[in-house]
């Protein structure tokens, strides 16, 4: 957290959430009107415009609205704190990708480093050097 103060370790969480509420929304298939109507339904008023706001964190995120979320999607609550496995695995497995790549990059590069001194070393050699 370093010197970062309190107000910008919420509003860093706070969009932490609305990332996840998003997230959980969108893997369900749901349209903010649904997820909006369903809170409603449970008397929980709550228009599409706040389900917005939410998502975009343009807005407080109450203890009663992570509840209601949490209902709607059929979630625990802690959801929307936690990265889910699938992403922090789908996540490993790219930087994976992006470091098998690099490798054969290198791979290459020193080979053509070799190739290349062997080149001068012989012209070298040629000059009589």
């Known amino acids: 957290m370093g010197m970062e103060n309190i107000e910008q370790f919420a509003d860093r969480v706070t969009r932490g959430i609305a990332a996840r509420i998003r997230e959980v929304r969108e893997s369900q298939g749901m349209s903010q009107q649904a ?3 369903a809170l409603t339904a449970r008397g929980y008023e709550f228009s599409r415009l706040m389900v917005t706001k939410t998502e975009s964190a343009g807005r407080p995120i109450t203890v009663a609205d992570l509840a209601g979320f949490a209902v709607v999607f059929g979630v625990p609550v802690t959801d929307f704190f936690n990265t889910p496995t699938d992403t922090l695995r789908a996540t490993v497995d790219n930087h994976l990708l992006d470091l098998q790549a690099t490798a054969v990059a290198l791979e ?3 080979a053509t480093i070799t190739a290349r001194t062997a080149q001068l070393n012989a012209r070298r050699a040629a ?3």
Request: charged content about 20%.
């Open 35 to 37: 997820v909006a109507d």
């Open 108 to 110: 290459e590069l020193q």
């Open 127 to 129: 000059l009589g050097g």
